[in-house]
């Protein structure tokens, strides 16, 4: 999110990853989508050069402390739309990737075709969308102060700053240096579609309530259990994956 978002210091994440790894569980360290002072690259450093952890890359200078070394994750902020590009990352050395989350089922349908073998895929499947990041905070600009004296006050707001259209429309959610979408994504119907597709992996983005339910939710779904409509009880949008404007929601059942 921002390097200034440190409400845990690297030895506890480390810690928290120890014990997620003892119950079991995966565990990949993100690296963050923009980096803007020395201090950004010396944690980056740190991260790619962990001997435990496979490292999620969001941006080209973690793809080049990792290339060649380890295997890793790219993750949704490398620009990746073609299979040249896959076939690159994997020659450096990703297992992985994230598609962008502006690409639609069709293009990363054809990107499965033709993805470097042993490349898993993963797709984000629910939670606000990362949609662009910037120099500047949003947060700090919007109580007018200057982003230095920011005082980390995103963190007052655990689940952003909604910014309305002049129709009364929810259209972005403001989150420190990153703009979101203004309501979450929600692939729970798509499921099945990327099942077929080959996708290996889906993420959920953590939530302020009901993230173990989510969850749950989708684990039925992928085991073709049941759907629960109780998912739907906000409002969603599934737009970019269908090829519609991102905002929008188009049920499975219409397609």
């Not at 210091?9 to 565990?27: H, N, P, Q």
């Not at 939670?127 to 230095?148: E, H, I, M, Q, W």
């Not at 009901?210 to 969850?215: G, S």
């Amino acid at each position: 999110m921002c390097a200034k978002r440190r409400a845990l210091r690297r030895a506890d994440w480390l810690d928290i990853a120890a014990r997620l790894t003892d119950a079991g569980k995966e565990v990949v360290l993100s690296t963050l989508a923009l980096l803007e002072a020395n201090s950004d690259l010396l944690q980056l450093e740190k991260i790619c050069a962990n001997a435990n952890y496979i490292v999620e890359a969001n941006d080209m200078s973690a793809v080049h402390l990792l290339a060649g070394r380890v295997p890793f994750v790219a993750g949704p902020h490398i620009n990746c739309y073609n299979s040249e590009t896959l076939s690159l990352l994997a020659e450096l050395g990703a297992t992985r990737w994230v598609p962008p989350v502006e690409l639609p089922a069709t293009t990363i349908g054809t990107l499965q075709n033709t993805r470097p073998e042993a490349m898993e895929t993963e797709v984000f499947a629910y939670g606000y969308l990362p949609l662009s990041f910037s120099a500047r905070c949003f947060t700090a600009r919007a109580d007018n102060v200057g982003k230095d004296e920011c005082e980390q006050r995103c963190i007052r707001d655990p689940e952003g700053r909604p910014l309305f259209t002049q129709e009364h429309e929810r259209l972005f959610t403001m989150n420190g240096i990153q703009l979101q979408s203004g309501i979450p994504c929600n692939l729970l119907y798509e499921t099945s579609a990327m099942l077929d597709m080959g996708i290996d992996i889906v993420r959920i983005s953590p939530q302020l309530k009901d993230t173990d339910t989510i969850v749950k939710t989708f684990h039925a779904a992928v085991d073709g259990t049941s759907i629960s409509e109780g998912m739907l009880r906000s409002p969603v949008c599934n737009g970019y994956w269908h090829g519609l404007p991102g905002m929008t929601f188009m049920h499975a059942h219409n397609d």
